[in-house]
């Protein structure tokens, strides 16, 4: 495959761009690509690496080998490994390596092997849903999967009557024993169990028994099998399971002493160590697993993830499944224990030849007890051996380290005979009577081994697989020649490795293995005696056999995967497998009776189901030797090598004598990592299982095939027209015939071409170089298309842009002249305008001028005379001013002595304000609340007001002694006038007053500057006021950004309650809606399963009944309808002959008692789930009422401690607001009344402006008390919403128009408003909660009826199915008479109510008469009707009938009733009613001749008529249940038997549309509510039957029309396939497309409408199949890898157009059943869209609603490129989809339930038809009924 012919199919030569494998040391093979052209000749490759690494290649000069070639893409991650056009190598291990990492995909078909790699992950791909899917279809049809080849294996079965085997192999940690345990449950979910005795359960139970006591955890695998099995599953003659067998293979005994690092012992021993706490295991005196030698040496007792407590629960379940009661399993638990204890017993060194065991070894007694044998017995014989001569026997001691081995010997053995003795009762209790017909086997056995050390085990199971793979290759062999010979090509034979030399070397006649047992026989046999006989037979002779150079006690085997040195240490002594004889017969004597049962023959053990084997007295074996004995024992005692020998030998005959399915479980790392793939390792297990083996088999001959009509749908483009012919094989050959040229490359077989490896690579080439071709010359076209266009489209925009530019320069032109022209003019006049200004400026200015001018001269003239007149005055003033110059020194003197007084009055004034100062500084640092600042203020105004006032006094005072000493003054001053000359001669005593004077100026202006300081602290006290106020300003802002928050806060908290309390109400509707639908469902469901039973019980009972004599008659049965009907009616059929019943049932009741323990049983669960459903439900119901309470509270306190804040913080500011209001008024009030005495004072500007100041404060404290009263109305409202449970109303609006209120009556008025607003919101939220309520209450309501019709439902058919058939008839009888007893009170008492509304009626038309007797009769009679009408329904027996006037009723006798059923039910053909008669006309006449029953009031034949009604339903569809239009009829006719029932029922309900005559056809004398209930339920059944009739039909159609059928030829190509061929997507003869399902289903609608179908109910059915079509179709395309691609989206999105088309011709786009696609167009849709970019994540999570996230990555996964131009999806945007989607909560389930059955409702429809109308045809041969 490597030589250059491989080459030069593909390129020739080889040239650039051409891919190749080549060897690497880490990746095994790494890919390469073609750098320069390769010719003939040259001695390396100049290759290119992925990296973009260049290396130069070098050939092998001896042989010039071409490196492998890779396959093209599109053959990449294939299904079937020899679907590739190269095998080799490097292919298959890419292949698999790109679905394990990249598609996540663990199986791969390798022909006819299934290649399964544990992805050490658990999947979602076992499930019940994948096992229905795989069910039934061929092997090829879907992706390789364990059920798959299960399903082949059975199908085989039953088609050839052949038996089968799966053979599952693989390294330790591949995942063997999970595939098995797969395939098993696989036979068990398809085939059921032939027998009560649920064998199915009981085999797969077998699984974690066997796992417990085989299954260990190694370095490789946590749950690793310990031994191989082989199980048989045998099936009856109808496939279905009746038992299974199972036998063992080397089971690693030394486990049990000893575990390497890392490792366990058997999985029990860590489960009951893990459950020795409990109280049932005390007795065994276990404790943790660390405790025990045999538990703890691998240092690894725990596994991750695994409950060793709930692991031992299961297995003791699945004992008591199997049939091992309580005693057997603690008996076992008890001989395990004992075997820990065992290994914990200590032997020390007595000598070097002896050993003791120290006195009272806890562990030692410990084991004695639990197994029942004497202490000192066991001491003796566990540190001594007997030797036997010819006349005595010797007793010898043992040293410690043989007693140790002999310990551990005994150990394994008991170990061994446990192991055998539970293999052999699980064997039992899977055995049944039945007669097994056929079997499948499941071979779980370990793969080929190599280890560092190989020892005996290893040898014995590389001997095993050295078996197996020669079968494999015997049957891969006879399959391809037998699929030569098949299609008659000629073929040669084909060279394939034949390992029967290596066989030989170890089975045959002075093989390994008899040496190996002749060196056993030997008395001083050893390991190294054997290796040298070894090396002197095979070493020469064998080329299979060598010699290590470096070792004599180690031989090497070439096995067929690789070579394999083991190890000579320990094979004598463990394929001798000795154990000290003496410790056997210790054990022997031991009074347990499971322990000696361990070591009798086979024949003689007991049951373990049985009774347990009393305890008594046993004899101990006797000390002499028994020579007769031991010498037999001797001479039939085979080794194990001898006995694995054998067994395999019998392992290869019945494999050989079955049909052979092969599993190879590959391990992709060795550290169990989850999708890692090694390709060291897998390369490796691939060699050494087989799988390669089958690819080169497959190589060397055709590996490529194809039929005709693929080649020709694949490779149509290769071809011309003249090549087409009308025979597809004639075309096919002319083709080939020009493309290949080499003969030998191919072959035409009968149905099929056949390729050598290379060609379908070859011809795919040349099929994208003829695409890529096309393309080319496409986007060419396009490409000039599209640029003439741009051309064009430039073009004419480069004229349109030239028209608009010169009109645009024209346009231009035009305006520039006529602009030139108007500025001519403007200029003209502008000019003018100026110089006639400029003159009128002139000779204002001359004016201006000469003015000025005048004026002047005027003025200097006048001043002239003015300053004559002023100097004048200025003397006269200067003479006046020395006068009283003279006169104030006077008047200084006098106040000199003024000023000294009012400066020592100024200081001390001056000291009391500064100390006034320091404290308003003090006060105004300590206070830091508004309140207390306000009030400071508040006194410092005050103290200022009334040293104001005081001020103000004493400058009243000084101004008054001013005046009366100024007037003092001047009367001295006269006086001293008088004294002039006295004064003169006194000049001493006026120099000394000058002087005086002098000292009081300056103390004079000491007190200005005084009054200087005093107006700067005035100043000062100012700023310090406007600086209050503005903090007072900036916390007044502070609150209102504060209130808007508040009403913000309390509008989002309104908003969030609104929208949180209407998610609650719509989720809890939906959710009440949901319940109701699952009540409806699980109701439904439960009829589905009592018509089963039923059906089961018939079938039953006429099985009895024929294999009894049959007596002549008819007998009576058990009534088959639902239990309401069981419990007043009478048994159906025909009860004329119940004597002859009662005798058989007699018979029944004997035989049929597992029947009724299994429905007593099912009963109880029925009962059970119907309790848990009800708990269930009231659980929900109290968990939302708690949770809604909850919420309540929550709310209300978060609301009340809100509220409670908000209105502490308002009445806090109230507060406030009310002293600063009350504050400013005084100090305005005391500002203003000290105005005028203070207005010379000194610091009267600074209180004006603070006057000012905080006058605006005061206004703005007003708009502040406004806003408050706005917060506390909406406080108010909101309190009041929450009190009510209001959560709509809105706060109030009116904040605004609120704020602008000035005075009480305006906020009267809007505090009413807001009250008349809140109490309309208020009633609009109580009138919304209570409809609310209401409709809450009729969901409850009607969920509660729904509830307790199950429940009685399920009582009385609890009462039906326990009691015997007479006890029935009894309860019925004793019901009936109950019931009409209630009736008849009931009837009496509304009798005699009735009465007494009469008399009273007839009392007042008495003295209405007297009224109006002279209005005449009429109106009497018409007031007279009510009472008529009151006694109709009393008394219908006294109606007057009109002759000739037909009332709707059929009249029949008694005895014509089984005639009636016979020909109106039994034997009626729908066909010809649903074409020639009207609709719905059975049950027309069945309601008329009811209706008659109930005119004559006969209760029992309207009992015996609606019972023989119902039964006969049942009947026919029993009988042609699979037959759609018989179903269909009957569902019709039901549905109308229903609707006419409440129709004329009575009820107000039902006759709302009813016509007079209709109304008064209504039942007189019966309720039949109850029967309608029972009929219903008959509904649902036919219902079901129904769609399960249509689901069988479309079921085959679905796969083939929907997906593989191409609706739009061409689109989607064929791709290559391998050995496991596919359904061909050609229509073929036979084949289903799109048209047969539209056919069908039109003829199902069709047929529906001629049976009168109602229309909803048509809807529904409509849905239920589109559900189906759309749900197969989806997992079908989940399971199908080849299905997944772009055109494959394309065809599938025209076929749900299709559909959707369908629904719109027929009128039901509204029926829901396009919803029920979604989930399959949404998935089409994700095929065809964009997968690279995160935009194109965003798109997909987005679109796939209706997908789960399991099924998106599953599709993505799955994605194929059919042709060369799709490109596949990376792994990175699945991940991206992934982690963008994890947050979805959804099921994990893959795939869609096919079996789900929407709820169906029956909504009533009344008919229009009058009764009194409908003939009785002829042709139905009801001659005998009577129309009345």
Known sequence: MSSIKLYFPFVSPVSQRARVWIPDTEEVWKSAELSRDYKNGDASLQLMLEDGTNLEHKLDPKTKNLPYLRNPDILVGENDLTALSYLHEPAVLHNLK?????????????????????PYEPLPIYGTDIINAYSGQNMG???PHIFAVAEEAYKQMARDERNQSIIVSGESGAGKTVSAKYAMRYFATVSGSASEANVEQKVLASNPIMEAIGNAKTTRNDNSSRFGKYIEIGFDTRFRIIGANMRTYLLEKSRVVFQADEERNYHVFYQLCASSHLPEYKN????????FLYTRQGRSPVIAGVDDTKELCNTRHAFTLLGINETYQMGLFQVLAAILHLGNVEIKDRDSDSSVIPPNNRHLTAFCELVGVSYQDMTQWLCHRKLKTATETYIKTLPRLQATNARDALSKHIYAKLFNWIVEHVNKALITNVKQHSFIGVLDIYGFETFEINSFEQFCINYANEKLQQQFNMHVFKLEQEEYMKEQIPWTLIDFYDNQPCINLIEAKMGILDLLDEECKMPKGSDDSWAQKLYNTHLKTSSLFEKPRMSNRAFIVKHFADKVEYQCDGFLAKNKDTVNEEQINVLKASKFDLLVELFQDEEKATSPTGQVPGTGGRTRLSVKPDKGRDKSSKEHKKTVGCQFRNSLQMLMETLNATTPHYVRCIKPNDFKLAFTFDPKRAVQQLRACGVLETIRISAAGFPSRWTYQEFFSRYRVLMVQKDVLPDRKMTCRNVLEKLVQDQDKYQFGKTKIFFRAGQVAYLEKLR?????????????????????????????????????????QARCLAKFMRRTQAATIIQKYRRMYVEKKRYRQKQAAALVMQTILRAYMARQKYQGLLREHKAVIIQRHVRGWLARCWYKRCLVSILVLQCSIRRMRARRELKKLKIEARSVEHFKKLNKGMENKIMQLQRRIDEQAKDNKSINERLAGLESSHTAESERLRGELNRLRGVEEEAKNKTNQVTSLLEELERVKKELSSTQREKKTIEDWAQTYRNEMEKMVSELKEQNGSLKKEKDDLNRLIQEQSQQMTEKMARAIAQETQQLDTDLNEERSRYQNLLTEHRRLEEKHDDLKEAMASSNVSKPGHRRTDSTHSSNESEYTYNSEYAELEEGSRARE????????????????????LEQEKQSL?????????????????????????????????????????????????????MRQ??????????????????????????????????????????????????????????????????????????????????IGLKDTNRLLEHQLQT??????????????????????????????????????????????????TRLTNENLDLMEQLEKQDRTIRKLKKQLKVYSKRIGEMGAGQTEGQTSPGQMVDEPIHPVNIPRREKDFQGMLEYKKEDELKLVKNLILELKPRGVAVNLIPGLPAYILFMCLRHADYVNDDQKVRTLLTSTINSIKKILKKRGDDFETVSFWLANTCRFLHCLKQYSGDEAFMKHNTQRQSEHCLSNFDLAEYRQVISDLAIQIYQQLIKCMENILQPMIVSGMLEHETIQGVSGVKPTGLRKRTSSIADEGTYTLDSILRQLSTFHSTMCQHGTDPELIKQVVKQQFYIIGAVTLNNLLLRKDMCSWSKGMQIRYNVSQLEEWLRDKGLMVCGAKETLEPLIQAAQLLQVKKKTDEDADAICSMCLALTTAQIVKVLNLYTPVNEFEERVSVAFIRTIQTRLRDRCESPQLLMDTKMIYPVTFPFSPSSLALETIQIPGSLNLGFLTRV
């Open 98 to 118: 790109v679905r394990f990492v990249d598609s996540k995909l663990i199986y791969t078909y390798c022909g006819i092997v299934l290649v399964a790699i544990n």
């Open 1230 to 1311: 005391s500002l203003l009344g000290d105005k005028a005495a203070g207005a010379g004072a000194p610091g009267s500007p600074a209180y004006k402006v603070l006057l000012e100041q905080l006058n605006s404060s005061c206004e703005e404290l007003d708009v502040r008390k406004e806003e408050v009263l706005i917060l506390r109305s909406q406080l108010v409202s909101q309190k009041e919403a929450m009190h009510h449970k209001e959560t709509m109303t809105e706060p109030s609006i009116y904040a605004e128009d609120v704020s602008k209120l000035k005075d009480a009556d305006e906020l009267k008025q809007a505090c």
């Open 141 to 143: 049809d879907m992706d």
């Open 1146 to 1165: 007699d018979v029944t009741r004997g035989i049929d008692t597992s029947l009724t323990l299994k429905l007593q049983k099912r009963l109880t669960e």
């Open 1174 to 1226: 009800r708990n269930e439900l009231e659980n929900k119901e109290d968990q939302f009422q708690r949770a809604r309470a909850r919420d309540d509270v929550e709310f209300k306190k978060a609301r009340g401690a809100e509220l409670e804040y908000e209105s502490l913080k308002r009445q806090e500011l109230e507060s406030e607001n009310k002293k600063l209001k009350h504050n400013l008024a005084e």
């Open 768 to 808: 994208a170089d003829k695409l890529r071709v096309a393309c080319i010359r496409i986007q060419k076209t396009i490409r000039c298309w599209l640029a003439r266009k741009k051309y064009l489209r430039k073009r004419n925009a480069a004229i349109t842009i030239q028209r608009f530019t010169r009109g645009y």
């Open 1328 to 1377: 919304q909660r209570r409809s609310y309520d209401s409709e809450v209450e009729t969901l409850r309501g009607e969920l509660q009826n729904v509830k307790e019709e199950n429940n009685r439902q399920q009582q009385l058919l609890a009462q039906n199915l326990q009691l015997p058939p007479e006890a029935r008839i009894e309860a019925s009888l004793q019901h009936e008479i």
């Open 284 to 291: 065994l005196k276990l404790s943790s697993a660390n405790d």
